[in-house]
Nanobody, 117 residues
Framework: EVQLQASGGGEVQPGGSLRLSCAASGFAFSDYTMSWFRQAPGEKPEWVSSIGRAGGTGIYADSVKGRFTTSRDNAKNTVTLEMNNLQPEDTAVYYC??????????WGQGTQVTVSS
């Protein structure tokens, strides 16, 4: 059974930082690109970032470029999202995701990020 468990969310003030982690199991983690999405209340899910199978430099939505950094540890089956200079518009539930070879999209349990003064 595929499991994607995101953690590390919380409430911070504008300008603050958080580090999200996603623990994956039930599939060959190192064979897949991993992505982060977020969904604000009343909004559609928004793609945030993706990182390839071997790691390295991720790709980012313009809204987070330069502030967020994604990385992965294939030995630990984890993907992280380092978020700096958080702003109120970053408030959302954050999810990790991967798409299997059969084009099934898997979503984990999200983690709430709230940026508020």
């Amino acid at each position: 059974e595929v499991q994607l468990q995101a953690s590390g969310g919380g409430e911070v003030q504008p300008g603050g930082s958080l580090r999200l982690s996603c623990a994956a199991s039930g599939f060959a983690f190192s064979d897949y690109t991993m992505s982060w999405f977020r969904q604000a209340p009343g909004e559609k899910p928004e793609w945030v970032s993706s990182i390839g199978r071997a790691g390295g430099t991720g790709i980012y939505a313009d809204s987070v470029k330069g502030r967020f950094t994604t990385s992965r540890d294939n030995a630990k089956n984890t993907v992280t999202l380092e978020m700096n200079n958080l702003q109120p518009e970053d408030t959302a539930v954050y999810y990790c995701n991967y798409i299997s070879r059969t084009w099934s999209s898997y979503w984990g349990q999200g983690t709430q990020v709230t940026v508020s003064s």
